[in-house]
């Protein structure tokens, strides 16, 4: 077959002839899709079946992937008449399907692959950006030590809250970074003020009521897909207006903030403080349900 694809003589020529033909007759033929083309080369003599057998008609028809012979598709024929110009034409269309199949196939299988790359990078990436965010969590809770597991813990609640409300998989994914993260203006308090065990002075306090502004100064030129740098900003807001740092109210607080700030009160009133003993998840929730109009709406309360 390759000495028909090259234009050489077969011993079956020579033995039915005596000598090669001077060249086989051959077109290209265009194909309907890109990068994939197919040339056919026609024996117009046949080949043997065998020693002292009838010759056979054959076309071969190259199978070409962008420039590239990957093999050929040989035809043979039991009439000596076979071949005529239309079915070349229609054999030629058919190696340029089986050809653009190829190539339809080799592409899937490359494309899955580099899907298959590209999710590995993207969960090794995650998996990077999750142990960031813990290790600054914990570099936070260790100047701390009254509150450690602090953010952690409000990162699953604000998490199973934001779940519960119906967000995506990536809100929540999101809620929970935003908790693991939402103290790291902290970092700018004396530990001294942090662990305080008595009542803070308005000096203080008032460095405490900072802390938002200066995570968000930490965070805001950091690219998330998620409002993170707002949600820190605004967790200790409150819908009335009471909150700090800005004082902002209502519609003006995102829903992320609102969700953070109920996770983060829960969590502060359940668990021990240098300042107080801890005062149970019950009492905790109370709050909550006695407060809606400080921390969240009715309706998103309810569905939380």
Avoid at 145 to 161: C, E, K, S
Avoid at 212 to 218: A, H, L, M, Q
Wanted: charged share 25%.
């Amino acid at each position: 077959m390759r000495s028909i694809l090259n234009g050489s003589t077969s011993p079956g020529e020579r033995m039915s002839t005596g000598k090669a033909p001077a060249a086989w007759p051959s077109r290209p033929v265009k194909s309907r899709w890109p990068e994939i083309s197919s040339m056919t080369r026609l024996w117009p003599h046949g080949t043997r079946s065998g020693a002292g057998g009838i010759l056979k008609p054959i076309i071969a028809l190259p199978l070409i992937v962008e420039g590239k012979t990957i093999g050929t598709l040989d035809i043979y024929a039991k009439d000596p008449e076979a071949f005529d110009p239309e079915e070349v034409r229609l054999l030629e269309e058919l190696a340029g399907g089986v050809s653009f199949g190829i190539w339809s196939l080799r592409t899937d299988q490359e494309r899955q692959r580099a899907e298959a790359e590209v999710q590995h990078s993207l969960d090794k990436l995650k998996q990077a950006l999750d142990g960031t965010v813990l290790a600054v969590a914990n570099t936070m809770e260790m100047r701390d030590p009254y509150t450690a597991g602090h953010q952690r813990q409000v990162a699953q609640l604000a998490g199973a809250i934001a779940q519960e409300m119906g967000f995506s998989a990536e809100r929540v994914e999101g809620m929970r970074v935003l908790g693991c993260l939402h103290d790291i203006g902290k970092i700018a308090i004396p530990a001294e003020i942090l662990s305080k065990p008595g009542r803070l002075s308005p000096m203080e306090f008032t460095l405490i009521q900072d802390h938002p502004r200066v995570g968000y100064e930490i965070i805001k030129d950091i690219d998330f897909p998620f409002p993170l740098a707002e949600g820190i900003l605004q967790h200790h807001e409150r819908l009335n207006g009471s909150g700090y740092p800005m004082g902002i109210s209502g519609s003006d607080i995102i829903l992320e903030a609102r969700i953070l700030g109920v996770a983060d009160v829960v969590e502060a009133m359940a668990s021990h403080r240098p300042y107080r003993r801890a005062l149970g998840i019950e009492p905790a929730l109370e709050e909550i349900s006695r407060n809606r109009e400080f921390y969240m709406t009715l309706k998103s309360w309810t569905c939380a």
